[in-house]
């Protein structure tokens, strides 16, 4: 019998700890809590957790981002008050159970009113890793920190764990996405890991199918983390990274008899993009809490750490050698690089050439007049999300003199893809709304205008029996929509998307097959060639082929870069010699061209600023 938290996991002899995460699968509800807990504890897992977010310092009240909408009215949904969590905590302890929680920031903690030692563990959530107050905080308790390292670079990883001056801390190998696809596991770092820092080391894993992290056992991970649910067909963002009690029950037995499984080989840490969004989700920056002038060194005290993570840290900034701001800020505003510095400046003829080849930049309701002072081009891609629909048409009047494209929405609620075909009433009804109101929001523009909106939307799930079902009715939307002299252009869509926090595979508008059938049914195509090249290095495709195929299906393209099966929406690759073809041909043609790398509108469009210099110096021949 262990004696302490520290002997088990520090007893190789014994099985790993099993910490059964409870995280938002409660549903903010004490009585499903409890139920987790009873059943967390009849599958004999040893340890279970909460996490712990004050809601009224969470998100910033201006945060606008994709995916912001989900995520607050989620954690809002799933709030549970500290006196609840710490009944609830008192209680597992009675069935023997070692209760941990996560926090995000400091101040949370202290909304504990100093009764924080009841907990046996606590953990620092793979976003905060770099919030080095809130680890020297937890790190001085007496008690195991569990520390996760997803979504961070290694050298991001080593200054954080290399200044923890206590004992008592264990790092955690996570992928932040929800679901983790295998390809993206990396379980040899977790063997990395263990032997850099020489100690326990954990795994927190988040696949949609638990067996994966058995695989993980060959490294001997000291603690094991999964998140525990009664029902996976409970709503809610957790439910498929989420295993049962019986899950948890057969992976405790299998864990007793585990044997060591081969060695993989340690790649260098790097996070993957769904890590990347999700830590700009979920993580935090810093923000503006009072104006400030042009001029003005930068009061620390006037800024505050909320998420979304769109702006710079505090380990950023206390690295920064200027803290004079270039220009003035509101209140609300997120603190970037750009207050600091004058950044990339485009000139008269980068500008030109832009307008001449009829490149475009994707813009939300609330930044496309920023972006659009940023960087004067005449073409705009304006990408909604379905809580913008409404006020949809408030907005008309501001492109008149814009080339304007719509993307309609991915999602039609935090928990559902867009689908106008679906089998279920509620999602069918919500998606066919969605599209009468954008069409008829650009009926009115055209009218106005006399010029044509085109309209792109990423429709991933197939609810019919057979694939060609899916291209023939859709087929007919696209038909319908014509008669309204509306032109809606399917996106040709990569292997795996990051959906819903996670990378999902995707079935439809991805493969050669798929090439054919688009063709045969006369589809209008939004041609994707970051997953173009996506495709083509899963399907091991060729990428000219495709767009022979479908020459005169494209109306429109995206460009940005790719590599590997999920890393899509990369600056360009001016080194390679195809992809510099690809894209120079591309800007020769008669069609309008969306930039889309990602975050390319952060810090004062930076990021497009930066594709549309690459571009303009590919067309001059110059790499």
């Known amino acids: 019998m262990h004696t302490s938290l520290f002997d088990f996991i520090n007893d190789s002899a014994s099985i790993p700890l099993v910490i059964a995460e409870l995280g938002i699968n409660h549903q903010g509800a004490e009585d499903i809590a409890l139920k987790l807990i009873e059943g967390a504890s009849a599958a004999g897992v040893q340890a279970v957790k909460f996490q712990y977010r004050n809601l009224d310092k969470s998100y910033n009240i201006d945060a606008n981002e994709i995916g912001d909408e989900s995520l607050k009215s989620e954690i809002k949904r799933n709030y549970l008050h500290p006196d609840q969590i710490l009944n609830l905590t008192r209680t597992a302890k009675k069935m023997g159970l070692w209760v941990g929680i996560s926090f995000f920031i400091l101040d949370d903690c202290h909304d504990f009113e100093g009764e924080l030692d009841v907990f046996d563990f606590f953990k620092i959530p793979s976003v905060e890793l770099l919030n080095y107050e809130l680890i020297e905080f937890l790190a001085e308790s007496d008690k195991p920190l569990l520390i996760s390292t997803g979504a961070h670079w290694e050298v991001e990883i080593e200054e954080a764990l290399s200044r923890i001056s206590t004992d008592n801390w264990f790092p955690l190998h996570c992928v932040s996405n929800y679901p983790v696809a295998p390809h993206n596991s990396n379980l040899s770092y977790i063997g990395h890991l263990k032997e850099r820092w020489g100690r326990p080391v954990g795994f927190s894993s988040h696949e949609s199918d638990w067996e994966y992290l058995l695989l993980a056992l060959r490294y001997a991970p000291r603690i094991i983390e999964r998140h525990l649910t009664i029902d996976r067909g409970m709503p809610g963002l957790d439910q498929t990274t989420s295993s049962t009690v019986e899950e948890f029950g057969k992976l405790v037995r299998i864990l007793k008899g585990a044997k060591n499984m081969p060695l993989g080989s340690f790649v260098g840490r790097v996070p993957n993009q769904g890590e990347l969004l999700n830590r700009q989700n979920l993580g935090r920056s810093l923000y503006f809490s009072q104006k400030q002038g042009k001029g003005e ?25 200027s803290r004079t701001l270039k220009q003035d800020v509101q209140a609300g505003a997120p603190l970037l690089k750009s207050h600091f510095d004058d950044g990339i400046k485009l000139t008269d003829d980068e500008v030109e050439f832009a307008n001449r080849t009829q490149i475009a930049l994707p813009a939300r309701l609330h930044d496309f007049k920023k972006v659009q002072r940023e960087i004067p081009i005449k073409s705009l891609e304006l990408h909604l999300s379905y809580s913008e629909i409404e006020k949809l048409q408030d907005f008309r009047a501001s492109f008149q003199g814009t080339s304007l494209s719509l ?25 066919e709304e969605i599209i009468e109101k954008v069409c008829s929001f650009v009926s009115g523009v055209q009218n106005e205008t006399g010029k044509q909106v085109l309209v792109v939307g990423s429709f991933p799930v197939n609810s019919h029996e057979s694939i060609k079902a899916y291209y023939e009715e859709y087929s007919q939307l696209q038909s319908r929509l014509l008669e309204k002299d509306i032109s809606l252009s399917m996106q040709w869509l990569p292997p795996f998307a990051w959906y819903f926090g996670g990378s999902e595979r995707i079935q439809v508008c991805d493969s050669i097959e798929d090439a054919y059938l688009m063709r045969d049914n006369q589809i209008s195509v939004c041609m994707d060639i970051s997953h173009l090249i996506l495709g083509s290095n899963f399907f091991n495709f060729d990428v000219l082929e495709v767009l022979q195929l479908l020459t005169s299906n494209i109306k429109f393209y995206h460009l940005s870069d790719a590599q590997g099966l999920d890393g899509e929406g990369l600056q360009f690759d001016l080194s390679d010699e195809f992809k510099s073809k690809l894209f120079r041909d591309i800007l020769g043609l008669d069609k309008r061209k969306t930039i889309e790398v990602w975050q390319g509108h952060f810090d004062n469009c930076e990021g497009f600023k930066r594709a549309i210099r690459d571009l303009h110096s590919l067309a001059l021949g110059v790499k």
């Open 297 to 321: 060194l930068l009061d620390e005290e006037a800024t505050v750490y909320r998420s979304p993570q769109i702006g710079i840290t505090p380990t950023e900034l206390h690295k920064m050698q």
């Open 407 to 431: 993307h309609l929405p991915d999602y039609v609620s935090p928990l559902d893809l867009i689908d106008p075909f679906s089998p279920k009433p509620d999602i069918r009804l919500r998606s």
